[in-house]
């Protein structure tokens, strides 16, 4: 996950511990973490940041899933049930 801001656009920087997803793959639903991560995808990171990475053993090439984040709190507001596809077409 890539955090923007779409007024002016940017980059959102906020740190969490950690995002919790939920997907349904199928008919199956799988949970993961999404866990605060500098910018080049690898280096964990306890300081703000827009990138939010998790390692899925489960995610192939034709993967299909449609996820929705835990409550995440940003700047003083709960953001909801935020949803997405991937891939996102």
Same mark, same amino acid.
């Given at each position: 996950?890539?955090?923007?801001?779409?007024?002016?656009? /940017?980059? @959102?920087? !906020?740190?969490?511990?950690?995002?919790?997803?939920?997907?349904?793959?199928?008919?199956?639903?799988?949970? !993961?973490?999404?866990?605060?991560?500098?910018?080049? /995808?690898?280096?964990? *990171? *306890?300081?703000? *940041?827009?990138?939010?990475?998790?390692?899925?053993?489960?995610? /192939?090439?034709?993967?299909? !899933?449609?996820?929705? @984040?835990?409550? @995440?709190?940003?700047?003083?507001? *709960? @953001?909801?049930?935020?949803? !997405?596809?991937?891939?996102?077409?």
């Amino acid at each position: 996950m890539h955090a923007m801001r779409f007024h002016p656009e /940017g980059l @959102l920087k !906020f740190y969490t511990e950690k995002i919790s997803v939920e997907a349904k793959v199928g008919e199956e639903v799988k949970e !993961f973490e999404l866990k605060p991560m500098e910018l080049d /995808g690898v280096t964990p *990171t *306890t300081e703000p *940041t827009s990138l939010y990475v998790a390692e899925l053993d489960w995610l /192939g090439d034709d993967s299909v !899933f449609e996820a929705t @984040l835990g409550d @995440l709190t940003i700047e003083g507001k *709960t @953001l909801k049930n935020i949803s !997405f596809k991937y891939p996102g077409k």
